[in-house]
C-alpha cells in the first residue's frame, strides 16, 4: 500500500497463483511519472522488456483481488495511470476482482490474447473502466460489470453505502475500518462463492486482522 510506482509487477515468465490480495493508493504519497505523466498501476504486466513472445510466458494467475486507487477523480487523473496496465505480450488470468478509483480500470496493449483470461471482475474507471490501448481484450473476456460513475463508491458500495470513502485514508489510523473494504451490497456482493474482491461478506473476521497495519506514516 501507499507505493510510489505499481504496487504488483510482473515479469520474465512469472505464472505464480496469488489468491486474496489487496493494493491500496495513498493521496498524499508521490507517484513515478514516464515522460511527464503519470507512471503508477495497481498492477503492470509485461512478458520482458521488449514484448518479445520469449518462454516462457508471464501469465498471473490471480483471484480474489481489490485494487483502490483514488476516490477524488481528478487526483486520480494525475497521480495514477491504470488499475490494471497489461501490455508487451503478457498473457493474464484474473477473476472475481475489484479494480476502481482509477482514471482507467484496466489498459490492454498488445497482450498475448490467446489462453488469457479476465472473468467475473467489477471494473471502475472515472474516463474509462476498459481501455484496449492497443491489440485486443483476452480471448476469455465475459461476466464482467463496469462503470465510470462520477463516485467510485456509488457504484461499488463496498461498506454497503455509496457514501462511504473505503480508498485510502488520510485521517489518524484509528479511523479507518478496514471493513469498508468489503462488499455489502452492489456488483461485488455475493456468497463465500461467489462474491467479488478479496474480502468475503460472510467472514466473521477479515484475514488482515492482528497483523497488517493500513496507516504506517501515523505513527
Known amino acids: 500500500m501507499s507505493t510510489d510506482d505499481d504496487d504488483f509487477d510482473f515479469d520474465f515468465g512469472y505464472s505464480g497463483t496469488i489468491q486474496y490480495a489487496l493494493s491500496l493508493k495513498d493521496p498524499q504519497s508521490t507517484n513515478s511519472t514516464s515522460g511527464g505523466n503519470s507512471d503508477s498501476n495497481g498492477i503492470e504486466s509485461d512478458n520482458d522488456g521488449s514484448g518479445s513472445n520469449a518462454s516462457p510466458k508471464t501469465k498471473p494467475n490471480l483471484q480474489n483481488f481489490t485494487f483502490l486507487g483514488i476516490n477524488n ?3 486520480a487523473g494525475t497521480k495514477l495511470e491504470n488499475g490494471n496496465h497489461w501490455r508487451r505480450a503478457s498473457a493474464l488470468n484474473i477473476t472475481r476482482s475489484i479494480i476502481a478509483g482509477y482514471g482507467t480500470g ?17 471494473v471502475h474507471g472515472y474516463t474509462n473502466a476498459i481501455s484496449v490501448i492497443s491489440g485486443s481484450t483476452p480471448a476469455n473476456y465475459t461476466g464482467n460489470s463496469t462503470s465510470t460513475a462520477a463516485t467510485a463508491n456509488s457504484y461499488l458500495l463496498l461498506g454497503g ?21 468489503v462488499p455489502f451490497a452492489g456488483p461485488a456482493y455475493g456468497t463465500s462463492s461467489t462474491y467479488k474482491g478479496a474480502f468475503d461478506p460472510e467472514a466473521e473476521t477479515l484475514w488482515t486482522d492482528g497483523w497488517t497495519e493500513f496507516q504506517p506514516k501515523t505513527y
Do not use: K, R
Not at 161 to 180: C, K, L
Open 73 to 75: 477523480s481528478g487526483t
Open 106 to 122: 484496466v489498459g490492454f496493449e498488445n497482450i498475448t490474447t490467446t489462453g488469457s483470461t479476465f472473468s467475473n471482475n467489477v
Open 161 to 181: 453505502v455509496a457514501s462511504i470513502n473505503p480508498f485510502y485514508s488520510t485521517a489518524t489510523a484509528s479511523t479507518f475500518d478496514p471493513w469498508n473494504l
